[in-house]
């Protein structure tokens, strides 16, 4: 399994919960989720593209899978500084 594939088990695991800090665990685990320094623009790409799929397949987590493409996103910001 890669470590894309174990990262987005992770948050669709925290997608289905209750728990109100799912999101901050959210950012915790892609500030975690690090593939090789050559390839994190790429797999924050892919993680990006898997949360707008993982909203579609499950609209009742959109504002989850939205948050998490803040995050990718301003993770993808801090990259070009």
Known sequence: MSDLEECLDALRALARSDDRTKLIEAEMLIHEFSPSPSQLRASLEG??????????????????????????????????R
């Open 47 to 80: 993680l990006d593209n898997a949360a707008i799929r993982e909203a579609e397949l499950s609209p009742q987590d959109a504002s989850f899978w939205q948050g998490v493409r803040e995050i990718v996103a301003a993770r993808l910001e801090g990259l070009l």
